[in-house]
């Protein structure tokens, strides 16, 4: 892989803008599939919406507001969620949208030009790939992928087919976010060798690991799609607790974690995976929240964890990831904070980011951001033909999620591994990289133990230290972390390898 300066990193992001069918019974618009003009007065872009939750909703909002599309579709294995989603597009717009179960069905219809993907995790790569294979573009919401190897598999597709493929990393459209870019890749806030992202995200409990029923009318074959068919359900709650089981999410680290580590490798000028990585923490607390110390929690996902990045360069990434009560950090809880020779730069918001002198005092501050900007840029893309031009590509979405990927499989290889603070500081210590990693560990101690974990009685497991090969994408010298790269696939929902999208 070609290397990058932080010089051609700028000019490549372009961060200086920061200044008769299954649909058959839907009145179809004059369809767009000629590219790189503009759109006449009656036509629009055909939009299929996969995956009909709280964010598929956000989904449709955002067609809706644009006169260039139109949700001809709504597909989940769910008939009463796609209904809700029909509803209320109904109820704005007079016409009724496609309830369909089975996304392949919408890929076989000429009038969809646009697949936007809001399903599980599980689900989110193989959409992609689907929709590309399909001759459709595709919008697919964060992690881009369940594991590393789907990720490739996008990448792979999105170049074969010349297609645009927009990850759901919104915060790279905002302009708040892209001036910040700008502002670091100019070098402005001075050297920048270590950035911080940060989820202190209050996560509940999600109920008694158990025995439950598949909620009425859900086609569980097709919702576990490229995931094994398990039964019964562990969890109470069906739809969204799956983010804390890893045969389905990743952990709130894969979760709200790739928008934070996309803007943190982008403020560091990275554009390729890091070499190094270990990740500790655990699932801990709920048994104190519950009041229950026999409480085993349905998720298996840490709810506490903190990774290390080195990069072959010699900058660090550090990701803390706190699901229990907790103060933020240097006025952030859902941000990044970078570390430069000049001062800091700290993301408040999605759209709100202050930079520092280094005696802590504000010298600049960008603002803006909606979720529009980042539709808005991926259907110029569609009608242009200019993947090149996507504010959150593929491989951009591939990096980003990876990075919760390596984490994850660090965490998991030593989840057995439980070890005392001693040990763990003696441990962590040892690990090279820019931040003081025996003050994180303190400060993620101390946020625990103030929670009511007994650290003796549940300590924290301490992953292993990996090497990992940025160039091809494997782990060096570990045969057990390359196996958890990939997942076994259930036949018709196997996500291909890259080269045989």
Not at 49 to 71: M, P, Q
Request: proline share 5%.
């Amino acid at each position: 892989m070609k290397r990058v300066t932080r010089r051609e990193f700028l000019g490549d992001t372009a961060i200086a803008a920061a200044a008769a069918s299954v649909l058959g019974s839907v009145s179809a618009p004059k369809r767009v599939r000629a590219q790189g003009r503009q759109l006449g007065p009656n036509e629009t872009l055909g939009v299929m919406i996969v995956g009909c939750g709280s964010r598929g909703g956000n989904h449709a909002s955002e067609y809706l507001a644009d006169s260039r599309t139109r949700v001809l579709c709504v597909c989940d294995p769910d008939p009463a969620a796609s209904a809700h989603i029909a509803d209320s597009i109904e109820d704005q717009t007079g016409v009724r949208p496609a309830e369909i179960r089975d996304m392949r069905e919408g890929l076989d219809d000429k009038n969809i030009d646009i697949v936007s993907c809001a399903a599980a995790n599980h689900w989110h790569a193989l959409c992609g790939v689907w929709a590309m294979q399909a001759g459709k573009d595709a919008y697919i919401e964060k992690p881009i992928c369940h594991n590393i190897h789907e990720g490739q598999a996008l990448v792979a597709a999105a170049e074969k087919y010349g297609r645009c493929c927009q990850v759901g990393s919104q915060c790279r459209s905002n302009p708040a976010i892209r001036e910040a870019f700008a502002y670091a890749a100019e070098g402005k806030l001075g050297e920048i060798n270590l950035v911080r992202g940060l989820c202190y995200n209050r996560r509940r409990a999600i109920g008694p690991r158990g025995a439950y029923p598949i909620p009425d009318g859900v086609d569980y074959h097709l919702w576990s799609g490229p995931a094994p068919i398990v039964g019964p359900v562990t969890r109470p709650r069906f739809h969204y607790c799956w983010h804390w089981q890893r045969l389905y999410g990743n952990g709130d680290i894969g979760n709200q974690g790739p928008h934070q580590t996309d803007i943190a490798r982008t403020f560091l000028g990275e554009t390729e995976f890091p070499s190094s990585v270990i990740a500790y923490g655990g699932r801990l607390g709920y048994e104190i929240e519950e009041n229950d110390p026999a409480y085993v929690d349905a998720g298996d996902t840490a709810n506490t964890e903190i990774a290390i990045y080195n990069y072959r360069d010699g900058r660090t990434l550090v990701f803390e990831t706190r699901g229990l009560e907790t103060d933020p950090l240097m006025e952030a809880s859902v941000g990044v904070i970078a570390y430069g020779s000049e001062g800091y730069m700290v993301q408040l918001r999605y759209g709100l980011v202050v930079v520092l002198d280094r005696d802590g005092n504000e010298t600049a501050r960008f603002e803006g951001g909606a979720d529009s900007y980042h539709f808005g840029n991926f259907i110029d893309c569609v009608i242009a033909g200019t993947p090149e031009k996507l504010n959150a590509d593929a491989r951009v979405g591939h990096l980003a999620a990876g990075l919760s990927h390596l984490a994850n499989i660090s965490y998991y290889l030593g989840e057995e591994n439980r070890v005392s603070p001693a040990e763990a500081e003696r441990i962590i210590s040892e690990v090279p990289g820019r931040d003081d990693n025996a003050a994180t560990l303190r400060r993620t101690l101390d946020h625990l133990t103030a929670n009511g974990v007994d650290l003796e009685k549940t300590p924290i497991s301490m992953g292993e230290a990996l090497t990992f090969d940025p160039d091809k994408e494997v782990f060096v010298g570990s045969d057990a972390a390359n196996a958890m790269l990939t997942r076994e696939y259930r036949g018709e929902f196997a996500v291909p390898n890259p080269e045989d999208v």
